[in-house]
C-alpha cells in the first residue's frame, strides 16, 4: 500500500511539472509574439519605403529617358520605351494609393497637395505616353521637361513625409507593443502568482485529504474493533466468538486434536450489582476479565457473551486437558476477591464445558449445548464444572425446562392460561358459615388437554418469568372479580399465591398496589400468599409488603410453613394472618410422629401468635380427623374439592363438608399457583 508521504511527494512533483510547463508555455507564446510583431513591422516598413524609393526611381528614369529621347531626336523605339517609363510610373503611383501606403497618404494630410499635383502632371502625360503613344513630337517633348523636372522636389518632399509617416507609425506600433508585453508579463506574473496560490492550496488539500484519510482509517479500525468487541471489557464480543468458533469448527478433521468451549456464568455477580449498583457490576466485569485472559493460552479465545456470562475456546485441548484448564479458572474465581468502597464479595463461577470433535455442525449448537452444562452445573451448587454429554440426565431435564418455559410464553401470548380454583374448608365450629374461602389455581389449556402448573412454573420461576405469569394472574382474577362484583357475596375470601420472584421486584410491588387501588374492591376479599423461604429471604422488604397489602384491606398467609430452617423465629417479624401448613407435612400424618408433632407445634405457636392455621394436601378423613385434633382452623385438598373453572365459584354453596369427588390420589403441587 503507497505511502502518504509518498503520494504527497508524487503530487508535489506533478504540481511542479505542471507549474514549469505553464509558465514556459506562456513565455513561448510572448516570444512567438513579438517575433510575429518584428516580422510584421520589417515586412509592412520595407514595403512601404519600397514603394515610395521605386517611384521616385521610376520617375527619375522617365525624365531621363525623355532627355535621351529628345537629344537623340525621332526614333520610334525611343518612343515606345518612353510609353513604358510612362507606364510603370503610373503603375507605382496607383501603388502609393492603395494598400498600406495609401492608408498612410490618407493620414498625411499635408502630402495631399502634393499626390494632386504629381497626379495632375501624370494626367497631362497620359495622352501622349499612355497605352496609345503618339508619334515622336519634340516640340511637345520639350514642353513635358521642364514640368517633369519642376515636380523633383514634390517627389523627394512625398519620400520623406513617406518615410516620416512611416517612423512615426513604426514607433507608435512599438508603443502599443510594449504595452502589450507589459500586460502580457503582468498577466503571466498574476498567473503564475494564481498557479502558485493553486498549488499551496492543492497542497493544503492534500495534506488535509491524507489527514482525514489517516483519521477515517483509524476511525474504520476503531468501529472495526468496537463491531468485534466487547466495550465494557475489552474482550471479543458474543458475534466475534461465533465467528471465531465457526471457524474452528470447519478447521477441525477427526484425526486432529480437539477443542473445549467453556461458557462461564459468575455465580454472584446480582448481589454486587444489588449492593453496589451497576458501576460495581461493571468493574467487576472488567476485573474478572484480566483474571481469565492472564489464566489462558494467547492461542486461546475469551469472549464476554453478555452480561456476567464469558466464553472461552481452548485451542488443541484434550477433554482432560479443557477440564483441568476449566477447574483451575473456578478455582481462581472462587479465591478471587472483589473489593469495592470498603466492601469484600467472594464471586465464584459455574461453568459448562463441550468438546468439539467434528460431529458439531453450528457454533449456535455448541453454545446452546455449553449453556446448558452450565446451568446443570449452576443448579449443583456455586464454583462447579459440568462437561456436556449426549445423553446427560441433567442436561436433558434442563432442555424440559427449556421447552416449557416456550409453552409458557406461547400460552401467556395467545391467552391459553385458564383460571381454576379449590375450596378452603373450615375445620373448626367457629369458622362454619362465614362464606366460601377457595385458592386461585392456574392450568394451561392445549386445545381439548388441560395441563397441570407444576412444569409451568417451574420454568417460569427457573427462566425469570415468575412475576410476568402473576401479573397475569393477578389481572385476570381482579377482572374476574369485577365483572362478578354482584354474585359473590357468599365467597369470603379467595387466595393468590405470589412467586418469590415477585415478592422482591419492586415494579411488582407497584403493578400491585396501583391494581389494588384501581380496583376497590371490598375489603378482605382477597387474600396473597407468600411462600416462608420467599418471605425470609428478604425479611424487611416482606415485612413492608404486608404491611402496605394489609393497609389496603388484603390478608396475607405465610404459604410453606414449616419448611423453613428458622420458621418460628422469623415469625414474630412478620405480621401475616394466616400459617399454611406444608404439605411435606401433612402426607405421613397419620403414620408419621414426627410430623404430628411439628403439626402441633406450629398450631400452638400461630394460637400464640393470634393467627389462624391452613392445612394442605389433605386425602383422607384420617388426617382430617387429626387436624380437627390439633385445633388447624382450615384444610384444603382432594379430600373435599377437585379444582374446578373459577366461574363454578358463582354457584357454589356455603358447606362445612363439599360432596367428595370420586378421585384416588392427589398429585402433589398440581393444584397449586408457585411461580
Not at 374446578?644 to 392427589?666: I, T
Request: aromatic share 6%; charged share 25%.
Amino acid at each position: 500500500m503507497r505511502s502518504p508521504a509518498a503520494g504527497r511527494s508524487r503530487a508535489l512533483l506533478t504540481i511542479v511539472l505542471a507549474m514549469t510547463l505553464l509558465v514556459g508555455g506562456v513565455g513561448w507564446l510572448q516570444l512567438q509574439q513579438w517575433q510575429a510583431v518584428e516580422r510584421s513591422l520589417a515586412i509592412n516598413r520595407s514595403d512601404i519605403s519600397w514603394n515610395y524609393h521605386q517611384f521616385e526611381l521610376e520617375y527619375l528614369k522617365l525624365l531621363n529617358q525623355l532627355k535621351n529621347t529628345l537629344r537623340e531626336g525621332r526614333r520610334n523605339a525611343d518612343m515606345a520605351e518612353l510609353a513604358l517609363r510612362y507606364q510603370i510610373l503610373a503603375s507605382r503611383f496607383e501603388l502609393l494609393q492603395q494598400g498600406d501606403a495609401g492608408e498612410q497618404l490618407r493620414k498625411q494630410t499635408e502630402l495631399a497637395p502634393v499626390v494632386a499635383s504629381l497626379g495632375r502632371i501624370l494626367a497631362a502625360l497620359d495622352p501622349y505616353l499612355g497605352d496609345d503613344p503618339l508619334p515622336f513630337d519634340a516640340n511637345k517633348l520639350a514642353r513635358m521637361e521642364p514640368l517633369l523636372v519642376g515636380q523633383l522636389g514634390k517627389v523627394r518632399q512625398l519620400v520623406l513625409g513617406s518615410s516620416v509617416a512611416q517612423n512615426h507609425r513604426t514607433t507608435e506600433h512599438l508603443h502599443v507593443i510594449r504595452e502589450q508585453l507589459r500586460t502580457t508579463t503582468a498577466s503571466s506574473s498574476m498567473l503564475a502568482l494564481l498557479v502558485l496560490g493553486f498549488a499551496f492550496m492543492t497542497l493544503r488539500q492534500l495534506r488535509l485529504a491524507h489527514q482525514r484519510n489517516d483519521e477515517l482509517g483509524t476511525l474504520h479500525a476503531e468501529m472495526s474493533h468496537r463491531a468485534t468487541h466487547d466495550a465494557m471489557t475489552g474482550l471479543s464480543n458474543r458475534d466475534e466468538f461465533k465467528r471465531r468458533l465457526g471457524l474452528r469448527l470447519v478447521s477441525l478433521r477427526p484425526q486432529q486434536a480437539e477443542d473445549g468451549v467453556l461458557f462461564i456464568d459468575l455465580d454472584r455477580f446480582k448481589m454486587v450489582n444489588d449492593a453496589c449498583g451497576h458501576h460495581a457490576g461493571d468493574q467487576l466485569l472488567r476485573e474478572v476479565g484480566q483474571l481469565l485472559s492472564q489464566s489462558l493460552n494467547p492461542d486461546d479465545t475469551l469472549a464476554r457473551l453478555g452480561g456476567d456470562e464469558f466464553g472461552v475456546i481452548l485451542h488443541e485441548h484434550s477433554q482432560q486437558q479443557a477440564l483441568r484448564v476449566a477447574e483451575q479458572l473456578c478455582a481462581r474465581l472462587d479465591g478471587y476477591r472483589f473489593v469495592f468502597s470498603g466492601q469484600r464479595f467472594r464471586i465464584g463461577a459455574s461453568v459448562g464445558l463441550v468438546m468439539l470433535n467434528g460431529r458439531w455442525t453450528s457454533a449456535g449448537a455448541v453454545l446452546q449445548a455449553a449453556d446448558s452444562a452450565r446451568y446443570v452445573a449452576k443448579a449443583m451448587g456455586s464454583n462447579r464444572v459440568h462437561l456436556y454429554r449426549e445423553s446427560d440426565c441433567d442436561i436433558e431435564a434442563y432442555r424440559d425446562q427449556m421447552h416449557w418455559m416456550q409453552r409458557l410464553d406461547s400460552a401467556l401470548d395467545q391467552d391459553q392460561l385458564r383460571l381454576y380454583w379449590q375450596r378452603i374448608v373450615p375445620l373448626r365450629e367457629d369458622q362454619l358459615a362465614r362464606g366460601i374461602k377457595g385458592e386461585v389455581l392456574l392450568r394451561l389449556q392445549e386445545g381439548e388437554q388441560l395441563i397441570g402448573p407444576q412444569k409451568l412454573l417451574q420454568a417460569a420461576e427457573r427462566f425469570g418469568m415468575s412475576s410476568r405469569v402473576d401479573c397475569w394472574v393477578i389481572g385476570a382474577t381482579l377482572d374476574w372479580l369485577e365483572q362478578h362484583r354482584s354474585a359473590l357475596d357468599h365467597v369470603a375470601e379467595l387466595a393468590i399465591n405470589l412467586s418469590g420472584q415477585s415478592v422482591g421486584d419492586k415494579a411488582f410491588h407497584r403493578f400491585l398496589i396501583n391494581e389494588l387501588e384501581r380496583r376497590h374492591l371490598p375489603a378482605g376479599k382477597l387474600v396473597f400468599e407468600i411462600t416462608e423461604t420467599a418471605a425470609i429471604a428478604d425479611i424487611d422488604a416482606s415485612r413492608t409488603l404486608i404491611k402496605t397489602l394489609q393497609g389496603l384491606g388484603v390478608k396475607v398467609a405465610l404459604d410453606d410453613f414449616g419448611s423453613g430452617m428458622s420458621s418460628f423465629g422469623y415469625l414474630k417479624n412478620l405480621p401475616v394472618d394466616y400459617l399454611k401448613i406444608d404439605s411435606q407435612f401433612i402426607r405421613e400424618l397419620a403414620h408419621d410422629a414426627y410430623d404430628q408433632v411439628a403439626v402441633q407445634a406450629i398450631c400452638n405457636v400461630a394460637k400464640v401468635t393470634g393467627k389462624l392455621t391452613i392445612a394442605e394436601g389433605i386425602e383422607d378423613a384420617t388426617v382430617e380427623a387429626l387436624l380437627r385434633d390439633y385445633a388447624v382452623d382450615f384444610g384444603q385438598g382432594y379430600h373435599w374439592h377437585q379444582p374446578e373453572p373459577l366461574d363454578a365459584l358463582l354457584q357454589a354453596g356455603v358447606a362445612a363438608e363439599p360432596a367428595r369427588p370420586r378421585l384416588g390420589h392427589q398429585e402433589p403441587g398440581s393444584g397449586r399457583i408457585r411461580p
